[in-house]
Structure formats: C-alpha cells, structure tokens
C-alpha cells in the first residue's frame, strides 16, 4: 500500500491536489480527480485513518463498555449476541465497532472517562446500568451521544433498550397461578444492576396483584454463579411453608438448583417447580429442559445500533443550531421496552 505522498509523486501532482480529489472537492477538475481515483485504485492507496478523522472531527466509531462476567468468565454469553446484531447495525451504517472491556472494578466511571477524555468513539453504549448511574449524568454533562442498555431511574431524558422484564416476570407469576400455585418464591444474584431491581419490583407487584402470599424468607438475594444458587436452593427447601415455586435469572443460580434437587432425591417440574426470567444460554442445557422467558438478544443489539445512529444525528443537529441552542432536544431519545417470549419446557408442572 501506498500513502498520499507516494501517490502524489507518482502522478506529478501536490499532496493538496490530491487530497482535494479524493475527497471529491468540486475544485479539482473532474478529469483529475478521475486521474487520481484510478491511481489510488491501482497502487492501492491506503488513507491515514487518524489524519482524516482528526480533520473530520469524527472516528466512525462507536465504544461499548463490556462488563467482565460472573465466575471470572471475560464477557457474559448474553453480551455476544448483543455484539453481534449491534455491530450488523452499525456495518450498514458504515460505522465501526471499538469493545473495552471492564476490568471489575467498584468504579464504573473512571473506565469511560478514559474512553470519552482521548476521543476514542464518536457515541458510546454503556450496559449493567445502575438505578442512579452517573455515567448518565457524565455523558449528558459532555453532550456526548450515548445509549444505555439497560434502564435507569434518572430524572435525566436519555436513549436506553431493556427487555421487558415486568413482562416476563408477569407472564411467570400468572402461568404458574393458572397451574394452582400460590407459594411463588424469587431468587435473585446480589448485584448492583437495575434490572436486579426491576425484576424484584415486578415480582411484588404480580404476587400482590393476584392475592398470592408474600413471604420474606422467598424472597432471596445470594451471591452470583453456582455457590449462590446453591445457597438459595438450601434456604428455600428448608423453609417452612416450603415455595412450590420460584423464578431465577442468573442461569448459574438453575444450574445449582438442578443439582441440590437432585442431590436429595427431587425433582424440578414435579417437586419444585423453576421458571427462569431471561436466564443466559448456560440454562438452556439442563434437563429436564427449563421452562423460561427469553428475548432477541441479537435482535436488541440491533436495537441498539439503530438508537445510537439516532443519537448522533440529534447530537449533530444539535452542533449545527449553534452554541445558544445547544441545550434545546433535537428529537427524542429512544426507549425501547424489548418483548419477551414464553419458551414451555419441563421444569414447571402442578403443586
């Protein structure tokens, strides 16, 4: 390959003409920039990315914070699929896709101040979100485009995707009353992200909703991964009204429960039986199958790279009205509620 200097010398011409009719300028003769177009092609110019995105202002890109996994796995299997229909979005678009991976720390700031500071990305897509994030109230401060996946309870009107967990969660509580139960347990990992939240929420609500009795002790949070679930599964088999029921997310809290039923000689769907509320794909090899609500995650990575072309459109028009308009909304951010899906499986029958 060959950069503009080389290309310039083989055609007996300055770096500015060059330049010029690469970029199509309309003051360059069209036969020169035809001259030029074909020479580039032929001694296989390469431009200087970092040149033209400085006088451009802009990468073509767009960051996404990873956060690391439970059970020191590097990213949670969830996030692939993300990943992948978020960068089919952003292809089309002819943007690129930049992955930074969180290193675990308790400071979710410091890892996007670092990205956003050197001017890595043109937008940014933040995940895990907390119920008061203040990366929301970072980014907002910087006017820099971002989408959140994952909600927040910020009073700050921001771009988010979440799946539609008070719908799964609904769904859940009213498929397994329809079968006569009434003693519905919840058992969550005990971790920060709002979705924890959302779920418990919603899970108070239906349980209310319906007249079902609400006990304390199954309501549960436990460590995330396996040693949780194990934890969760003792406290609720040695309860006394012991559930008939429970919803679990974390797909490692099902597998745990898999195994302590089976250790005493149960089994789930005929002595307890288990729904899982958009648990990853590490559940959906147990047997007998799980019963769960499950959504497109590739299809809300898609979701995703469309609400972050938004958000650079609006943060552009927000540039061209000029400073003094700076803080006018040009459109609204995106919000979208993902649907879920009831996937039947074995793990759920009568009390």
């Known amino acids: 390959m060959v950069g503009i200097r080389e290309l310039a010398r083989h055609l007996d011409i300055s770096i500015g003409t060059v330049s010029r009719a690469l970029n199509d300028r309309a003051d360059v003769n069209p036969l020169t920039r035809q001259r030029v177009r074909d020479a580039a092609a032929k001694l296989g110019y390469s431009p200087n990315q970092s040149g033209r995105s400085l006088r451009r202002g802009q990468t073509d890109l767009v960051g996404v914070i990873v956060p690391g996994g439970a059970d020191d796995v590097p990213i949670n299997m969830v996030f692939l699929f993300v990943l992948f229909g978020l960068k089919q979005r952003l292809s089309a678009e002819g943007l690129d896709l930049a992955i930074f991976l969180e290193d675990g720390a308790d400071d979710r700031l410091e890892p996007l101040r670092r990205v956003t500071e050197r001017g890595l990305v043109d937008?940014?897509?933040?995940?895990?979100?907390?119920?008061?994030?203040?990366?929301?109230?970072?980014?907002?401060k910087l006017d820099k485009p971002f989408v959140a996946f994952g909600r927040t309870r910020s009073q700050v009107q921001h771009a988010w995707i979440d799946p539609d967990f008070e719908a799964a969660v609904e769904g859940a509580v009213d498929h397994l009353a329809q079968l006569g139960h009434r003693r519905i347990a919840l058992a969550l990992p005990d971790i920060k992200p709002n979705y924890v939240d959302l779920i418990?929420?919603?899970?108070?609500?239906?349980?209310?909703?319906?007249?079902?009795?609400?006990?304390?002790?199954?309501?549960?949070?436990?460590?995330?991964?396996?040693?949780?679930?194990?934890?969760?599964?003792?406290?609720?088999?040695?309860?006394?009204?012991?559930?008939t029921a429970v919803l679990l997310n974390d797909s490692m809290h099902a597998v745990a429960f898999y195994r302590r039923l089976g250790e005493v000689g149960l089994l789930p769907g005929r002595d307890l039986s288990i729904v899982g509320i958009l648990p990853e794909t590490r559940a959906q090899s147990l047997i007998p199958a799980l019963t769960s609500y499950q959504t497109d995650w590739t299809g809300i990575g898609r979701s995703l790279g469309e609400a972050v072309i938004v958000e650079l459109a609006r943060a552009g028009r927000r540039r061209k009205a000029g400073d003094g308009a700076s803080r006018k909304p040009a459109g609204r951010p995106a919000r979208l509620k993902a649907p879920v899906e009831f996937k039947p499986g074995e793990s759920v029958g009568r009390p």
């Open 123 to 140: 937008a940014l897509i933040i995940a895990d979100t907390l119920g008061r994030d203040p990366r929301v109230d970072y980014l907002t």
């Open 200 to 243: 418990e929420r919603s899970y108070w609500r239906a349980m209310r909703r319906r007249g079902l009795g609400l006990d304390v002790a199954w309501r549960l949070r436990t460590p995330a991964g396996e040693r949780g679930g194990l934890a969760a599964a003792e406290a609720l088999l040695s309860s006394d009204p012991r559930p």
